[in-house]
């Protein structure tokens, strides 16, 4: 069963290519790379136990530097502002929203 699941998770060719392309482009192996819930997560569903943007740099940081890691990716649904935010305490923080995977043109 596993190969029967991993086959139907297996991200497609074209978007292997994409992905691999943004990296290439933006972001220095090796990186670390964390989904970072924001919006719904946030308000809503998990006000009290969600950490603020500040507590989420400093633990990316945290971790990229234990790891000797070189760039950060964050996957999110964070507003304009709080990407604003974690670009201010993060040095090396890169977004998918940054660039889609085409490259300029």
Not at 43 to 64: K, Q
Not at 66 to 78: G, H, P, Q
């Amino acid at each position: 069963r596993y190969h029967q699941y991993r086959k139907l998770l297996f991200p497609s060719l074209r978007i292997r290519e994409v992905g691999e392309a943004f990296v290439s482009r933006k972001l220095q192996r090796p990186y670390l790379a964390a989904h970072v819930r924001r919006t719904d997560f946030a308000t809503y569903a998990h006000v009290d136990t969600t950490p603020n943007i500040s507590v989420v740099a400093t633990a990316l940081e945290a971790g990229r530097r234990e790891n000797n890691l070189r760039s950060i990716f964050v996957a999110t649904d964070a507003t304009k502002e709080e990407k604003a935010l974690l670009r201010s305490h993060l040095d090396s923080v890169v977004f998918f929203d940054d660039d889609d995977g085409r490259g300029a043109g």
